[in-house]
């Protein structure tokens, strides 16, 4: 392979030249990028762009043996700095579950530029995430109806046990500051207090979390603390 990336293009680039030893190429081209990174044992967040890059150069690498051209995506380009579509930037959403603007960043590069289509990438991820519950959310039964006390403690375990983990895995917290009905009133603390994408994160993930698990008419609210 030749490549003109950074140490964790080098590394993706290695990686899977191993993996791929012994598949055939019905097989090779399926590999995606979260099997790199796994070989690899992770990989820096601002790094995952490295893997999909990988996996993109396999596919084409496994094109050209048939004789064949990849098609041509028939996708808007989204990020002029880096010439990434909207196609692209769905599909990365979809195959890594990504929530928030600087995921996308770092598995596509898009965003990572002047900064411009940041407001169209987060409407992607908006229109995308909600395709995508409602493709896969089954029917769900209705939910006991919960006291007062019983659902402030649930929203407390959930916030703890569920939601606290994830967000600190990108150096980020959220803290309870009230319940009032169903407004639940939180604080952004760490990454999340200045991410630019915190109103999609609070929707898409904290607010469906705590409607899955607690009650179907809590509304998430930031509050300034």
Known sequence: FQTFGCASAIASSS?????????????AETMSNQEIVEYLGGLPDKKM???????????????????????????DIVCECFGVTEKEIEDAILDNSLTTLEQVTDYTKAGGGCGSCHERIEGILQQTLGQAQV?????????????????????????????????AKDGGSIELVDIIGDRVLVALRGACATCVASDITLKHYVE?????LVTDNLVVEEVAQ
């Open 15 to 27: 990686a899977l030249t191993e993996m791929i030893i012994g598949k055939t190429l019905e097989e």
């Open 49 to 75: 762009h490295c893997s999909v890059m990988g996996q993109e150069a396999l596919r084409a690498a496994v094109a050209n043996y048939r004789g064949e051209k990849l098609p041509k995506e028939d996708s």
């Open 135 to 167: 493709e896969v959310e089954p029917e769900k039964p209705a939910k006991a109806r919960l006291s007062n006390i019983q659902k402030m403690k649930l929203i407390e375990e959930t916030l703890e046990r569920e939601i606290q983990p994830t967000l």
């Open 208 to 212: 469906s979390k705590l409607r899955e």
